[in-house]
C-alpha cells in the first residue's frame, strides 16, 4: 500500500526569506481581508509587519502540494514570543493593549501567541491541527505553563457585538489570579445573562476564539478597540496546569 505524505509541514521558519511570505500572508489576510493597517505596513510590498517581528518566533504551516520545483508556500501562520524573548524588547506586544501585572506576577513561564491565520483556501480542515500540533511541541520544548494573546473581533463597534461579548464575560472570565484588563477599558457586560442568545452569541463568534475555548481558555476583563487594525480585541489566557486531557488532545493531534 503507497503512503501518502501529510499534507502540511508546520515549523518555525528558518530564513528571512520565510519570514517574509509569513508577512505576506498576514498583508493578505488582516490588511486585504479585514481592512487593517499599521505603522510599519509595506502596502507597497505587501507586507504586514511591525517593530515585534525581529523578536518574535514565527511558526509557519507549508503546503506540500504545491507544484514540483516551486518553493513550498506559507499558507499559515502564528507568532510567538516567550518571557525571556520579551525582555529583549521590552514589553509583550499585547502589553499596548492590556496591564498582563496578573501574569507577570505569576512567576510562571509565559508565551505570547499572536498574528494566527490560514490562507483562505485551506480553512475548515486540518490545517490549524497541524499548527496547534506544532505549538504544543514549542510548549513542551520550552516548558510553557500559560499562553496568552489577543484575538479579534471583525468592527470597532462593542455594543453591536454584545450577545458574543457579554456571553464570554458570563460563562468564560478568567479567574482572578489570570485576569488581566483592558487598558482602554470597553465593558464585556452588555447584556444580562437571561437576555443573552448563546446560539446567536457563537454564531457571531469568531472560530479561533471557539478553538481556544474549547482548549480551555478565557478572556480576560474588558476589550480593546483597535481602531487601526478595525478590530474589537479580547485577551485570551490558557493555564496548561489547568486544562484536562481531552483538551490536550485537541490540539496535538496532526494525523492528516
Not at 48 to 76: C, K, M, W
Not at 158 to 186: E, G, I, K, T
Amino acid at each position: 500500500m503507497k503512503l501518502h505524505p501529510p499534507r502540511y509541514v508546520a515549523r518555525l521558519a528558518q530564513s528571512p526569506a520565510e519570514v517574509v511570505a509569513a508577512q505576506r500572508l498576514r498583508y493578505d489576510v488582516f490588511i486585504r481581508e479585514l481592512g487593517g493597517d499599521g505603522v510599519l505596513v509595506d502596502h507597497a510590498a505587501g507586507l504586514e509587519r511591525d517593530r515585534f517581528d525581529a523578536y518574535f518566533d514565527h511558526l509557519i504551516l507549508l503546503d506540500t502540494h504545491a507544484p514540483a520545483g516551486t518553493d513550498l508556500p506559507v499558507v499559515g501562520v502564528y507568532r510567538v514570543l516567550r518571557c525571556d524573548q520579551a525582555k529583549a524588547v521590552g514589553q509583550f506586544y499585547s502589553e499596548d493593549e492590556y496591564d498582563l501585572a496578573p501574569l507577570r506576577a505569576s512567576g510562571r513561564r509565559l508565551l505570547e501567541l499572536g498574528r494566527s491565520c490560514l490562507h483562505p483556501d485551506h480553512r475548515g480542515g486540518t490545517a490549524m491541527v497541524h499548527l496547534w500540533a506544532a505549538l504544543a511541541e514549542y510548549v513542551q520544548k520550552h516548558g510553557i505553563e500559560i499562553l496568552f494573546g489577543v484575538a479579534s473581533f471583525h468592527g470597532t463597534d462593542p455594543q453591536a457585538l454584545a450577545q458574543p461579548l457579554s456571553l464570554l464575560r458570563a460563562r468564560h472570565l478568567a479567574p482572578p489570579d489570570l485576569r488581566v484588563r483592558a487598558r482602554s477599558y470597553h465593558s464585556m457586560d452588555l447584556l444580562p445573562e437571561d437576555r443573552i442568545d448563546r446560539r446567536r452569541a457563537m454564531i457571531e463568534t469568531p472560530a479561533l476564539i471557539k478553538a481556544y475555548l474549547r482548549l480551555g481558555g478565557f478572556v480576560g476583563d474588558g476589550v480593546f478597540v483597535d481602531t487601526q487594525f478595525n478590530t474589537t480585541d479580547v485577551c485570551l489566557v490558557m493555564d496548561t496546569a489547568r486544562m484536562n486531557q481531552r483538551q490536550r488532545s485537541l490540539y496535538q493531534r496532526s494525523d492528516a
